[in-house]
């Protein structure tokens, strides 16, 4: 299995719940790649490897419009890595039971300061309702 970050609109958490999964021929997300261990000079820290994956996704997220970061589970057979940096295409169905959390957004943090690293709050997968809930008071 392979971490996959998927940046979500608000239509993809409610296809989530409402149907405890997501269809589609390929989704674009971020994992961490052989390039993204290339860039990190000679670290070999799979946390950080992750971390950064987990910003390109939230960058990729702020310029689609989408408020989520989810991390999914995926087969390594349905993940195909892109030509650089940690973009992916996943393939298949993603199971609900697969995701193991959801990253909000907070972007009034990454519009007052675009170049700093991009503040997630962290959600548990269970808590795919409370997002949604956080998400309509917004």
């Avoid at 007052?112 to 709050?121: C, G, K, M, N, V």
């Amino acid at each position: 299995m392979r971490r996959v970050y998927l940046p979500l609109h608000t239509d993809d958490l409610r296809t989530l719940s409402d149907s405890r999964s997501l269809s589609a021929d390929s989704l674009d997300g971020f994992a961490v790649t052989d390039a993204v261990r290339a860039q990190s000079s000679g670290a070999d820290d799979e946390e950080q490897h992750e971390y950064a994956a987990m910003q390109d996704a939230a960058l990729c997220a702020i310029a689609e419009d989408a408020p989520v970061v989810g991390a999914v589970d995926v087969a390594e057979s349905a993940v195909v890595d892109g030509d650089s940096d940690a973009k992916v295409t996943v393939r298949g169905p993603l199971l609900l039971k697969r995701f193991a959390s959801f990253h909000l957004i907070d972007r009034a943090a990454a519009a007052a300061d675009p170049d700093e690293e991009i503040e997630l709050s962290w959600f548990d997968a269970t808590e795919l309702a409370l997002v949604m809930e956080v998400l309509d008071q917004q």
